[in-house]
């Protein structure tokens, strides 16, 4: 990848005012969020090619006058919007915005989870913890509390967490069922949806489902309402507590989009025992997207963005890895990588690691 091993080609004069973008950026967000919210770019983009003018969306929309014309002005400047006489037209910005399911996750989940709590983000880069959840509760992760969250924040977290991992399911699921697993050992499992996935996939397959005790209770619920409860188990753990072994009996590790919740001295941790309860023949599947793989810059910027929840809202110690740092956990763990497989899903790369 070769996104950033040169300077951005950019005069002067152009560099000045991405500057003056950056500094009113929180201005920008919220506008896109309320011309969203309040249906006025959804309402440009039904009109025709001539576009629609002040007057005409000040009487379609249960908006005033001074609200619509506040937030088009700065859309103008942003690109979402550009005008011809009269009236506004939406410009490919602002299309995007309107009707990009990445785009519109990752805005719900700056807003709802992630905008408040970013205020103590130098706090968080002081202490090593995650300053900003104070919004939310008192705890010392955001994982204890996910349950509790307010509904859009929860709603907003677990939207952006599957829309992520879901994406990458059909490839993935056939790639580790090559080799015919028998009982998986989902690590960190949240609502179940991957353990429930791999039970369509495959009748006989068992699962045990690792896990904090709020996220479990909702997992094994999950598991019930399916019918498969007899076939999607749970073992209660908190994989901080690094005197908590591993559940000993599958032949199979499966962790997605979980490593990136702990620092790297956790991961090494987690991953050693992991490795205590693997023979020869089990395998250690390993999820993640890392921003040194993505094949598009967009990606590599939403990747590197979601590091900053975890650093002020989800531990205040973990990130989005760089792939050579997982890596050499990993050999570190006394664990090799017999698999590598890039581009799955939404730039997801899988590790497939056997015992050394």
Not at 9 to 30: G, Y
Not at 280 to 296: F, K, M, V
Request: include cysteine; charged fraction near 25%; charge should be negative.
């Amino acid at each position: 990848m070769a996104f950033y091993d040169k300077p951005a080609e950019m005069s002067a004069f152009n560099a000045k005012f991405e500057a003056q973008k950056i500094a009113f950026a929180p201005v920008a967000f919220q506008v896109a969020r309320c011309l969203l919210k309040f249906g006025i770019l959804k309402a440009v983009d039904e009109a025709d090619k001539e576009g629609v003018s002040l007057a005409t969306l000040t009487q379609q929309l249960d908006t005033s006058e001074y609200g619509i014309s506040v937030l088009l002005d700065m859309g103008l400047s942003m690109g979402l919007v550009w005008q011809q006489e009269d009236n506004f037209i939406l410009d490919k910005v602002g299309y995007f915005l309107l009707n990009d399911d990445m785009a519109l996750k990752n805005l719900d989940f700056t807003h709802h989870v992630c905008y408040q709590g970013l205020f103590d983000l130098d706090k968080a880069i002081e202490t090593g913890k995650p300053e900003g959840l104070k919004v939310f509760g008192d705890w010392q992760t955001i994982y204890p509390g996910l349950s509790q969250l307010p509904e859009e924040a929860k709603r907003s977290w677990f939207e952006f967490d599957h829309y992520y991992s879901d994406h990458a399911f059909p490839e993935v699921l056939a790639l580790l069922f090559e080799h015919n697993p028998k009982h998986i050992l989902d690590v960190g499992g949240n609502t179940g949806k991957w353990s429930l996935a791999c039970t369509k996939h495959d009748a006989d397959i068992n699962v045990t489902i690792m896990d904090l005790p709020g996220q479990l209770n909702v997992a094994l619920a999950n598991a019930k309402a399916a019918g498969v409860e007899d076939r999607v188990h749970g073992h209660e753990t908190d994989l901080l507590d690094e005197s908590r072994t591993f559940f000993d009996g599958a032949d199979t590790v499966w962790m997605s989009q979980f490593l990136d919740c702990f620092s790297k001295s956790e991961i090494l941790s987690i991953l050693k025992r992991a490795a205590d309860v693997m023979t020869a023949d089990s395998r250690l599947y390993i999820l993640e997207t890392y921003w040194d793989r993505q094949p598009y810059e967009a990606g590599a910027y939403c990747v590197n963005a979601t590091s900053i929840y975890f650093t002020a809202m989800a531990n205040g110690n973990s990130r989005m890895y760089h792939s050579k740092d997982m890596m050499r956990l990993i050999q570190e763990a006394g664990l090799y990588v017999d698999q590598d497989t890039d581009d799955l899903g939404l730039g997801h790369t899988l590790l497939a690691c056997k015992k050394k």
